[in-house]
């Protein structure tokens, strides 16, 4: 039974609501950019209950072997982070039905709000559930997204102050990535990509086949002479451009580990009031690790 004081919403009423709000954010984000209805989609969109930022943890690296930095600076985040709730089902492959990416691979929501999600969404899991969790997500080419949303917690019914999710996210079915390359100034600004990551473009091996614009969920990817052109300002940093170019002419650029360790953890700062332990490389000692 539903215990309204104890718990939020269940998962079978999640999915109602998100079935329901599901076409108002589509055309939210396609409308964002349109006179007048831009400013009244604006607050819907704006950070500091609005934000987004990618970790490319799906480099092309075989497990258990060198583990790709930003994969095991996600696996360092979620071991510092004292609670941690995995979803059964990834909400947005499941309501779209996906058939190209595992369903099962759901959201890790981090926090002291976590304790108001009702156990039918998923359950408390230890440091190495949540390390290996990435590492499927990882393993099936998806994007790990940070993500502070104000739908989020209405959706769950708790707080937003003390809520994170890490998002494992797709090109096909992802609320948060479809439906972006005709976004208004606001959506621009909620996607933020950590500083030190980005994209490389090699002009000899590049010859303009255009499969990188495709794979671009931003659109800010563009053929000028026949070569493949970044704007490095508003890339996310998610990296899925790179597979994507059968000639390698593409290359994600990335701070070292602890660097980008820092500036991960920096932003979960930013982002919100989730407290993180700071975990030494030198004692990250898991499975592969």
């Not at 390698?248 to 070292?256: D, M, S, T």
């Amino acid at each position: 039974m539903w215990n309204i004081f104890r718990y939020g919403p269940t998962r079978r009423m999640v999915r109602v609501m998100i079935a329901l709000s599901w076409p108002t954010i589509r055309f939210g984000k396609a409308w964002s950019n349109k006179p007048v209805l831009k400013w009244l989609i604006r607050p819907f969109f704006k950070r500091p209950h609005n934000e987004v930022t990618s970790i490319p943890i799906n480099e092309r690296l075989e497990l258990p072997g060198s583990v790709p930095v930003p994969l095991r600076v996600v696996e360092r985040l979620v071991a510092g982070i004292e609670d941690r709730f995995i979803l059964h089902e990834c909400i947005c492959r499941g309501h779209m039905q996906c058939e190209n990416h595992p369903r099962d691979i759901g959201c890790i929501a981090l926090g002291p709000a976590t304790s108001r999600m009702h156990p039918s969404h998923g359950r408390r899991v230890s440091a190495d559930e949540a390390v290996a969790h990435v590492r499927r997500a990882a393993k099936a080419g998806l994007v790990a997204n940070l993500a502070h949303v104000w739908i989020d917690p209405l959706a769950f019914g708790t707080r937003f102050r003390d809520l994170l999710f890490i998002c494992f996210c797709d090109d096909c079915c992802c609320l948060y990535r479809r439906h972006m390359t005709d976004r208004g100034p606001t959506l621009a600004k909620a996607y933020r990509k950590i500083p030190g990551i980005s994209i490389e473009t090699d002009g000899d091996l590049c010859n303009g086949c255009g499969e990188c614009v495709k794979s671009c969920f931003l659109g800010e990817i563009r053929i000028v002479d026949g070569k493949a052109v970044t704007d490095l300002e508003a890339c996310a940093g998610c990296g899925q451009c790179v597979p994507a170019c059968a000639r390698g002419a593409r290359k994600l650029v990335i701070p070292g580990e602890e660097e980008l360790y820092e500036r991960v953890i920096s932003r979960v700062h930013e982002m919100s009031r989730v407290p993180v332990r700071a975990v030494p490389a030198a004692g990250w000692q898991r499975a592969g690790g």
